[in-house]
Every structure is written in C-alpha cells, then in structure tokens.
C-alpha cells in the first residue's frame, strides 16, 4: 500500500498528470480515426519520451495505451468502421444503435464499460503480476531461455492464420537483434565496417520504422480516397448522463464481468491480444444471453461485451510484460521498448530494484482510466469533429514527427535512414501478409533466448540435456512444441475439409 501511494503522488505531480492527460486524449484521437492505431500513436510519442525520466515516460506510454484502446468505439459506433481492430465487435451492434437514433446512448454504454474493463484489469494486473513476480526470481537462464522459446512460437503461430508467415516473420525479427555486438564474447556480427551498427539496431528505431511509418505508407497508398467520409453526429438532445438507466446497467453486469474474464485472460496470453478477446466475449455474450435474436440489431449486450473486454486486456498484456519482460503484442512491445531506452529491464527484479516505478506504473494505469471516462464524456463533440480531418494532412506531419523523433535519439541522420528503412520493411510484411508483431517480438526477445541460451550452457558445461531435465524450462519448451504441433494439426485439418466447402 505504501508502494502505490507514492505511485499514486509521483502521477498526481502537475507536469505527470498533464503528461497523463495528453497522452490519454491523443490515444482517443488516434483510436478513434480509421488508419491511425493505438501502436501508431505510442510508437510515434516513443523518442518524446527519452527526454523524460522512466516514471513520467511510461505514465504517458500507458495513457496513450489506455485511451487508443478505449477511442476505437467512437467510429465502430458513427462510422460502422473499427478504429483499431480490438473494436471490430463493437460495430455489429454498436452501427445499428446508431442508425436507430440510439448513437448517444450507444457510445455512453462503450465509455462505461470501457472505464470498468480497464479498472477490473487494472485490479487483476496488482494482484497478480507481484505474486508473479515473487515465484519468477527463482527462474535461472533456463527457465528464461525456455519462456523467450514458448513466447516465441506462441506469438508467431496465434498471432495470424498463417504459421509459416508469423515464424519467418519472429526469425527474421531475431536475425534483426543479432546484427552487432554479441551479447557474451563481445565478437562483432553483420556490421560491414559500420560504426554505427556496433551496437546493433536501436530499438526505438525499429519500432518506429515497422509500425509508424509503414503505416504512413500503407494508408497513403489509398490517396485520398478514404478522407471523405461523411460523420454523422449523435443525437444528443434529450439524453441525460451516459444515455441509459440504472436498471440497464445492473443488468449488464454479469455480461461485464465475464467479459473482463475473458479479456484479462487472453491479455495475459502473448500472441492473441484484444483484436480476438473482443470478438470472443461478444460470441459468448450471444450464447449466454436470453435474447439472441436481437444481436446485430442494436443490442445493448453486443456493445458491453467487446468494449469491457478489449479494455480489461490492457492490463492482461501488461502482467506477463512488468513481470517476466515478454511483451504479448505489438503495444506491450513498444512499452517494453519505452523501458529499456531508460535502461531499465522488466522482469521479477523489477518489482525489487524498481518498485515505486512499477506502482507509479499501476497508479498511471488508473488515472487514465479514470481521465478516460471523463474526457471521452466531455470531449464526445469534439472527437466526432475530428473524424473528418483529411488524412493527407495527418500523414505528412506523422512523417515528419517521427524523423525528428529518430534524430533525436542520437543526433544522427544514421538513425532517421534506419526509420526509413525498416518503415519499407514493415510495408512488405503489410503487402506480403506477413504479421509484424511476431518480428518485433522476435527481434526483442532474441537477445533474452541467446544470451540465457548460452549462460545456460556456460553453466552446465555444454550440456544440453540442462534444458530438459529442469522442470520449468522442459515444461516450457514442451509446450511450444505443443503449440506448433497444435497449429500443424489445425492446417491441416483445415485443409482436408476445405474442398468439400
């Protein structure tokens, strides 16, 4: 409890709080608008943070976590048009409440039990991750390199359809974190002579390059043909706090809490994320509700059900990140990418050596929920406005945010051409089907599996066998085999069955 209280006045700091603040409006902004996603907007305010210390850095990171993933409903609801994927099931009721002049009370209901999605998370996330944390200080480079292993094939293999495509994807992004200076003997790997690429890709370079502006690329690509959509306001007149009784919302709180359930649960899961926990909890609320007939109507329940869920996946996401340094999606990468430039690495020791930052950590998480909820209330006009701004004024000013960003880091043109060159990398995964996420996860993880990798070996004198005989690192590696077999087996079961489609 002392731990969260000073958490809780290191956030209420005037300068943290309006870090805070802006980071969860720019989230909402960058949700809400098709095309500009939650890992956009971090990825992009990332090299913003390096000026800043670690507390005041991830308090912005979480707030934009927070408000990106809570900003999507706002054009699921209007336009019928997912902000970022983990909104896709709000549109299937969320669309008709709008269209049955019930916009107002629609988006009321999403922002609530938003709020509440991420507060129950938020409660899992500081019961469980220190438990978490205290079991994983026992762990030793076998066990670490087995969960980089387990993290790996998971990801690479739930993260999309395809398994071939999400393992080259999580290879190549390992290979990316060899190029440098080995971890161990010091031995120069895949520099050419070139200084700067010593001390391998930075990963804030990376990060930017694969996520933001391949994402300028993409969108561009469409010209302007996307710009002039027509945004319909929410009838407001006549609706008092957030559009529903007190009745209604009783009554949708056993649909929000097992849908917290569900999105706390696949949170914690590295590979799934909130894109799948949405439409999860929204096939579950059909099945369990009395009225399924009126699902893809405008039924209230298909609204509660994505929107508490999607939400109660950020702090899922953020359990197996502050306690074991395995990020579960692209966000939680980033995250992981805004510690490690303070230099500062997540992990069970985190809790120990840093624990007034995790508290600050969890505090920051809160508040923005709470600032969520207000400003997404307030600010609803506003944000509606803003749906229409052309996106051919958006995307050169990302273009040129970002650059500077890179610049920034180092004072080098060397890192702006990086940006550039892993921004064309990350538009051929995009054009090729191929998943970015599981490469970032690889090219993060890679030093985690090869440095324990061969600690684990300089401990056992070259003996292999280390890796399987300890429990917890055969468990581990035992289940990444069962989760590739498991994707093997669902091919090509998939396969035998599709020609008598």
């Not at 909402?28 to 095309?35: D, K, Q, S, T, V």
């Not at 000026?51 to 809570?70: C, D, H, I, K, Y």
């Not at 991750?129 to 690479?156: D, K």
């Not at 069962?482 to 035998?496: C, D, E, M, P, T």
Request: hydrophobic content about 55%; charged content about 10%; proline content about 5%.
């Amino acid at each position: 409890m002392d731990l969260f209280l000073i958490g809780l006045s290191n956030v209420f700091a005037p300068h943290v709080f309006l870090l805070i603040t802006l980071g969860v409006v720019v989230g909402i902004i960058f949700g809400a608008i098709p095309g500009l996603t939650a890992v956009m907007a971090i990825a992009l305010c990332l090299p913003m943070t390096y000026g800043l210390g670690p507390a005041e850095g991830m308090a912005l990171l979480v707030a934009l976590f927070v408000g990106a993933t809570s900003g999507g409903l706002i054009s699921a609801i209007l336009l019928k048009i997912p902000g970022t994927p983990s909104s896709i099931a709000t549109t299937f009721d969320g669309g008709p409440m709008m269209e049955k002049g019930e916009g107002a009370k629609a988006l009321g209901i999403g922002i609530v039990f938003s709020f509440i999605g991420t507060v129950l998370s938020i409660g899992a996330l500081m019961f469980i991750a220190p438990s978490l944390a205290r079991v994983a200080l026992s762990f030793g480079p076998h066990e670490y390199f087995a969960i980089a292993i387990f993290s790996l094939t998971l990801i690479a293999t739930l993260s999309t359809g395809s398994m071939v495509k999400g393992i080259f994807s999580g290879v190549v992004g390992f290979a990316v974190s060899t190029v440098g200076i080995a971890p161990v003997d010091a031995t120069r790997r895949f520099t050419f002579d070139v200084v700067e690429l010593n001390a391998g890709f930075s990963i804030l370079t990376v990060l930017v390059g694969m996520f933001a502006i391949a994402e300028v690329i993409k969108v561009a690509e469409a010209g302007r043909a996307g710009h002039n959509m027509t945004v319909t306001a929410p009838v407001m007149k006549g609706i008092r706090g957030f559009g529903f009784s007190m009745k209604e919302f009783v009554g949708q709180l056993p649909n929000a809490f097992r849908s917290s359930f569900i999105g706390i649960g696949i949170g914690i899961l590295p590979g799934i994320g909130a894109g799948t926990s949405n439409i999860l909890a929204y096939i579950v609320a059909r099945n369990r509700s009395k009225t399924p007939e009126q699902f893809g109507k405008g039924s209230i329940e298909g609204v509660v059900a994505p929107e508490t869920a999607n939400n109660a996946g950020i702090g899922g996401a953020m359990i197996p990140l502050l306690t074991l340094g395995i990020p579960g999606d692209a966000v939680t990468a980033i995250l992981l990418g805004g510690l490690m430039i303070h230099g500062i690495q997540p992990g069970p020791m985190l809790f120990i050596t840093q624990g007034p930052l995790v508290y600050t950590i969890f505090a920051a998480l809160l508040v923005s929920a709470f600032l969520m909820l207000i400003i997404e209330f307030y600010g609803l006009r506003v944000f509606v406005k803003l749906l229409a701004i052309p996106r051919h004024i958006l995307l050169p000013v990302i273009l040129v945010l970002c650059a500077v960003g890179a610049f920034g880091l180092s004072n080098r043109v060397f890192d702006v051409w990086t940006v550039l060159g892993f921004g064309v990398v990350g538009y051929a995964f995009v054009k090729g089907g191929i998943p970015t996420a599981p490469f970032i996860i690889g090219f993060i993880l890679g030093p985690m599996a090869e440095t324990n990798f061969r600690r684990a070996l300089q401990l056992s004198q070259g003996d292999f066998t280390g890796f399987m005989t300890n429990p917890i690192s055969g468990a581990f590696l035992g289940l990444a085999l069962l989760s590739i077999g498991w994707q093997i087996w669902s091919g090509v079961r998939s396969a035998r069955a599709s020609p008598r489609l």
